[in-house]
């Protein structure tokens, strides 16, 4: 079981250069198959143009994140355990995707039939996960992490409700080209100089997450020629769900993964005001960064989205290092 930054490294590099070969090759595969993405009639008119661009890209980002991963995985259940999530809801995602492209419209699974599979998976991996060597309910505290809060017997019920929010989380902020995907690919970078630091043996994924990202951003930047969909978005946010967990980190996600949090308040305030107001808006848009564009262009959101996510990680470095 190799657990040096020389692993993350080779897995960063593996896992960008498959995307490399993989996105050539399997996006004019979506267009023949017609995969196309269907762009609500509420959203932004510029996003009007958008519309029958191939989604599904996810497949791409898992297929290279798996490929880079199998190498370092023998011996190393808790990497197991980390794909094994990515893979859990990346399924979610893409039985949501394929309904949608099925029934032409921006409607998928249901919602309660999506929220059950993200609970199976995260009690699966909840369950993986304690019997692994090391596992305890113990988390660290971010800017104090030699002291720790214990949840108990709650525990569990805490597991779900971070692979939830990430989840969510992920899938929100997958609304402008190259969002979604340059954000997880800063916070997959923190959580691979993390796992450094701690010795964990989740590194080398941490490291696999990041080069498919990059290599995916090639593809998914402005002017996208792939959606990642939600086969990409909620695979990432299980991703880091349980990468975060297994670094005992979940705490630190409100630190690096402020977009994800950002995006899901923003859509909770605006539903919550909708109804209590009789129909009248707190903002604009929701999610948040379809409010950004009413006032600057869509790269402009995104370069800023990405800057706030660096100087987050930062903190979150700092986070770890206490103070």
């Known amino acids: ?174 609304g402008l080209d190259g969002l979604a995907a340059g954000v997880t690919a800063l916070i997959a970078v923190f959580f691979m100089f993390s796992a450094w630091m701690l010795d964990s043996p989740v590194l080398p994924v941490t490291g696999a997450a990041v080069g498919s990202l990059l290599g995916f951003l090639l593809f998914n930047s402005h002017p996208a020629r792939v959606f990642m969909g939600d086969t990409g978005s909620l695979a990432l946010g299980g991703f880091v769900a349980a990468v975060a967990l297994m670094l005992n980190m979940p705490l630190f996600l409100v630190i690096v993964a402020v977009i994800y949090v950002a995006e899901t308040l923003s859509v909770i305030i605006q539903v919550g005001y909708f109804r209590m107001t009789g129909g009248k808006r707190f903002f604009k848009m929701a999610p948040i960064h379809h409010t950004f564009e009413v006032y600057w262009p869509e790269t402009k959101v995104v370069a800023f989205f990405y800057i706030i996510t660096a100087m987050a990680c930062l903190l979150g470095y700092l986070a770890l290092m206490g103070v």
Not at 24 to 30: A, D, E, Q, V, Y
Not at 33 to 59: C, E, N, S
Not at 84 to 89: E, V
Not at 144 to 167: C, H, K, R
């Open 1 to 174: 079981m190799d657990t040096s930054i020389n692993a993350a490294v080779y897995a960063v590099l593996i896992s960008f250069v498959a995307n490399l070969v993989l996105c050539p090759m399997m996006i004019p595969s979506l267009v023949r198959l017609k995969f196309g993405q269907y762009i609500r009639d509420d959203g932004p008119t510029a996003h009007k143009k958008k519309a029958g661009t191939p989604t599904m890209g996810g497949i791409m980002i898992i297929v290279s994140f798996l490929l880079a991963a199998m190498v370092f995985m023998r011996g190393n259940p808790h990497a197991l355990g980390v794909v094994g999530a990515t893979l859990g809801f990346g399924l979610i995602g893409f039985l949501d995707d394929f309904l949608k492209i099925v029934k032409k419209q921006n409607l998928g699974l249901r919602a309660w039939h999506k929220l059950l599979g993200q609970i199976v998976v995260s009690v699966g991996f909840f369950f993986y996960w304690r019997g692994l060597e090391g596992f305890t309910s113990e988390i660290l505290i971010p800017f104090f992490p030699e002291l720790t809060f214990d949840f108990g017997f709650l525990f569990p019920f805490f597991v779900v409700f971070i692979f939830l929010s990430a989840s969510n989380g992920a899938n929100l902020t997958d």
